[in-house]
């Protein structure tokens, strides 16, 4: 198993920007694909953004496409998502989660990604 930790959520205002970053501790991050999943009060969670194992390749849900960004730096085992221009829509606790297997290219459902953080919290007022 391995432990992610999320760190750089906060309270920002509309048009703002935050960088989430998400650490990975235990067992190989490098051979997984990444994602960013979020959940905002009374619903459920969501998909937001994957990367492929390399960072090659990435895939965004419609919303935050041309605004948000992942990337990822194996040697440092961590994956980050870059969130620009930030609106009251995308107040939500984020997650990061790896995929159960591995040298995969991007996933996008729930059950596809095996470890979980703790989550983030992201508040962008209205």
């Known amino acids: 198993q391995v432990q992610l930790v999320e760190s750089g959520g906060g309270l920002v205002q509309a048009g703002d920007s935050l960088r989430l970053s998400c650490a990975a501790a235990?067992?190989?991050?490098?051979?997984?694909?990444m994602a960013w999943f979020r959940q905002a009060p009374g619903k459920e969670r969501e998909f937001v953004a994957a990367?492929?194992?390399?960072?090659?390749?990435?895939y965004y849900t419609d919303s935050v496409k041309g605004r948000f960004t992942i990337s990822r730096d194996n040697g440092k085992n961590t994956v980050y998502l870059q969130m620009n221009s930030l609106k009251p829509e995308d107040t939500a606790v984020y997650y990061c989660?790896?995929?159960?297997?591995?040298?995969?290219?991007?996933?996008?459902?729930?059950?596809?990604?095996?470890?979980w953080g703790q989550g983030t919290q992201v508040t962008v007022p209205s």
């Open positions: 990367i492929n194992w390399s960072g090659s390749s990435t």
């Open positions: 989660a790896r995929a159960r297997l591995t040298n995969t290219g991007i996933r996008t459902r729930e059950y596809e990604y095996g470890d």
């Open positions: 235990g067992r190989t991050f490098s051979n997984y694909a």
